[in-house]
């Protein structure tokens, strides 16, 4: 059980195109995800708190316009990285919450901007 | 972001030893989860932490929360090959919503 995917696991875009990546809670169901960004050697930060029916809380420095987040139902949650650029180029892992004491991870997304 | 004071960076071992790590933080925590992670992957969670001074095994791993609820360990043992990764703690605090705070981890290396 707790089993959470995200797709695509890989994808590359040139720059100024949006890339949106989902994050599913297969086996249960989660009222709260959340979208963290990794880059190489570095541990997990926190961009954004997805609540399912309301708007994101994103964490401080992260623009809401350029990582969008919908939460349309108890299993989904989007994060569509908008105009991307280089610098976007990361490791985007989602969380899904069964409960308020555990998060359980997706296996990521690798996005490549050239 | 904040983030948990874990050590050590990383650690190279012999097959067969034990290891040990633990994060520390100046403030409290109510949950402490260890996760564990492999290169392009997501952090899978290994143990799950809730209350102060709980001892928790699974398989070779065991894990405490700590007293002052400040700081936990993680021991492995008898360590093998498909121990390699880098262990990740995470701290989270009442009525946070969940968020995690997560350390820098500790990259785990072991020689056969």
């Known amino acids: 059980g707790a089993v959470v995917s995200q797709h695509p696991s890989r994808v590359i875009c040139k720059s100024g195109t949006s890339v949106k990546i989902e994050c599913r809670s297969l086996?249960?169901?989660?009222?709260?995800m959340f979208w963290y960004r990794q880059f190489p050697k570095q541990s997990l930060m926190l961009m954004a708190t997805s609540n399912e029916g309301s708007k994101a809380t994103y964490e401080q420095g992260v623009e809401k316009d350029k990582f969008l987040i919908n939460h349309a139902s108890l299993t989904l949650s989007t994060l569509t990285v908008t105009s991307a650029h280089p610098e976007d180029s990361s490791f985007y892992i989602c969380s899904a919450q069964p409960n308020t004491d555990t998060q359980y991870f997706g296996p990521g997304t690798r996005l490549t901007v050239l | 972001g904040q983030q948990l004071n874990q050590s050590p960076q990383s650690m190279f071992i012999q097959e067969g030893e034990d290891v040990s790590m633990n994060c520390t933080s100046s403030s409290i925590f109510n949950t402490w989860l260890w996760y564990k992670q492999e290169p392009g992957e997501g952090p899978v969670l290994l143990i799950a932490?809730?209350?102060?001074?709980e001892l928790t095994s699974n398989g070779r791993l065991t894990a405490q929360f700590g007293i002052t609820r400040k700081d936990s360990f993680l021991n492995i043992s008898a360590s093998i090959p498909s121990d390699v990764g880098i262990y990740f703690c995470?701290?989270?605090?009442?009525?946070?919503?969940?968020?995690?705070?997560f350390g820098k981890g500790t990259k785990l290396s072991v020689k056969p």
């Open positions: 086996d249960f169901q989660a009222t709260t």
């Open positions: 932490l809730y209350k102060a001074g």
């Open positions: 995470a701290g989270q605090r009442r009525g946070s919503q969940g968020n995690l705070i």
